[in-house]
């Protein structure tokens, strides 16, 4: 594990040097944000909904003392969705979908020598291919994640138009209670920081493959794999860092 | 000319090349022979560094390229071109843009410059009308000659072709085999392939290097294969029915 770190490492000084060409990783930028965050955001749109609402109903179905405000609903909610499962589940889906494409893409690239290909050439193959997917995802992750909360939190105020559980104003006036801004700041450092974690990972090891087919799909199952593991750790660590 | 001077390399314990000193020279087709797993395919990747020499030295034109750093290797990388066994196209670019990339990388020409030169190099290898086909829309002849093109596009000095001919019928291998050799003498550039295919070994085999076991075992030309008195290399050269049946 320990000489896998270091291979990470020394892939990643490759990936952090200047692009051979400023005009084509800008291109390759575009396209990423694209591919990595674009395309993301129905999926991501979908399970923040459902997700909101479901936070929603648990909440709403535990106050059963009559002391309790049902704006606390709005409350619990925007909190729940702002605080974890924006930033954090949302990152873990983020790191099978955008993470899995990285490592099968740049894995399948490398067993049909298109990697060589491109070092012959005198390419820096890992700067070329693997530092605009980082870029990408470090820009745009935190807008995907901003919409998931607001997708989130749209989730809740659906339940309460078409049920009984609580009201809309109930809802809304559980949102505006005392609200602290830097709740957004700390979902965004984690967001950035997961985004690193997912296309780095990804990346390396799609890098790293060697063999064929069948090495392509495992290097996109470790990849998975140890993404949603270093979200998880980074989630506590981060977590006690920036609140306690 | 490009020069190996006693190149080793070995993958753990396994010896792969062994002591290995040749010349390629200029303006002429350099064919590396030798059986799967003799090691020509290590050599070939030693020789354009995609894999380090444990020692030796490898010199282009009397630069020591194996002495280099990996910036300072950009600029006699800029002069290879390289055609890969399975091609080695990007998928996610149509051939025009596949050919037209290493001009985007390193040249500050217009579109229309570019595209003036993608269609000078798909006419050599005559795919005029190919511009706008994926590598996924190709056939096997075809991505070796998109390959050629993209190869050629910056107007090499050094030209390497790993098994150009492998998963090719006959008749397409002879085409691509001409492509090579009309290349090489036309710009005049240093030519190096690795094949076992006989056909292209008595075509375009203006020099040849025999390895065995990762050792430079004999080295001739096309006039001089069919009548060596090695062992090795005739039990390499005659192996087939067909060309033990042409031999009797």
């Known amino acids: ?74 409350f619990t909610t925007r909190q729940s969705v702002i605080l974890e499962f924006s930033p954090t589940i949302i990152s873990l889906i983020l790191a ?17 020598e298109q990697i060589d290909a491109l070092e012959i050439m005198g390419i820096n193959p890992a700067n070329y291919l693997i530092f605009p997917k980082i870029t990408a995802a470090m820009i ?35 949102l505006r209670l005392d609200f602290d801004g830097f709740t957004i700041a700390y979902a965004t450092i984690k967001t ?9 990972i990804a990346g390396f090891e799609g890098y790293s493959v060697k063999g064929g087919a069948i090495d392509v799909g495992a290097s996109s199952t470790r990849a998975v794999v140890w993404s949603s593991i270093m979200i998880i750790l980074f989630n506590l660590i981060l977590t006690h860092l920036l609140l306690s | 000319m490009i020069e190996a001077h006693n190149i080793s390399k070995s993958f753990g314990d396994h010896d792969v090349l062994k002591n290995i000193s040749l010349k390629f020279v200029e303006g002429k087709t350099n064919l590396i022979i030798g059986k799967s797993g003799s090691g020509k395919t290590v050599l070939m990747k ?35 071109g390289m055609l890969f066994q399975g091609g080695a196209l990007f998928d996610s670019m149509t051939v025009e843009e596949n050919v037209m990339f290493p001009l985007t990388m390193y040249t500050n020409q217009t579109v229309e410059e570019k595209k003036e030169r993608v269609n000078f190099c798909l006419q050599w290898v005559n795919l005029e009308n190919a511009n706008k086909l994926f590598p996924a829309e190709l056939s096997g002849g075809m991505i070796k000659r998109v390959a050629i093109a993209r190869a050629i596009s910056m107007n090499p000095r050094y030209l390497f072709c790993d098994e150009p001919n492998s998963g090719l019928d006959p008749h397409t291998a002879g085409v691509i085999d001409d492509l090579i050799q009309q290349i090489t003498s036309e710009f005049n550039i240093t030519t190096v392939v690795n094949t076992h295919d006989m056909n292209s070994v008595i075509k375009i085999g203006d020099t040849i290097s ?25 039990d390499f050269v005659f192996d087939t029915e067909l060309t033990k049946r042409l031999k009797k």
């Open chain 1, 1 to 74: 594990m320990l000489t896998r770190f270091g291979k990470y490492i020394l892939i990643m000084l490759k990936v952090f040097r200047k692009p051979d060409k400023m005009k084509v990783f800008w291109r390759q930028l575009v396209i990423e944000i694209n591919n990595l965050g674009i395309e993301s955001l129905g999926i991501v749109a979908i399970i923040s909904v459902f997700m909101g609402a479901v936070v929603a109903i648990q909440t709403a179905y535990n106050i059963d003392n009559p002391l309790l405000p049902l704006s606390l609903v709005g």
């Open chain 1, 96 to 112: 099978g979908k955008v993470g899995s494409r990285i490592a099968s893409e740049i894995g399948t690239m490398r067993v049909t």
């Open chain 1, 140 to 174: 745009f992750n935190p807008v995907v994640i901003i919409l998931s909360m607001g997708f989130g939190i749209m989730g809740g105020y659906f339940v309460s138009v078409f049920t009984t559980l609580y009201t809309p104003q109930d809802y809304l006036d559980g």
């Open chain 1, 192 to 200: 950035i920081i997961f985004a690193f974690l997912i296309t780095s």
């Open chain 2, 46 to 80: 030693c020789l354009v560094g995609l894999h380090e020499v444990d020692q030796g030295s490898i010199l282009f034109d009397e630069r020591n390229f194996s002495g280099m750093t990996f910036s300072e290797r950009k600029s006699i990388r800029k002069e290879i």
């Open chain 2, 210 to 234: 025999f390895i065995y076991n990762g050792k430079l075992w004999w080295e001739g030309d096309k006039s001089q294969i069919l009548h060596t008195e090695n062992q090795e290399l005739n």
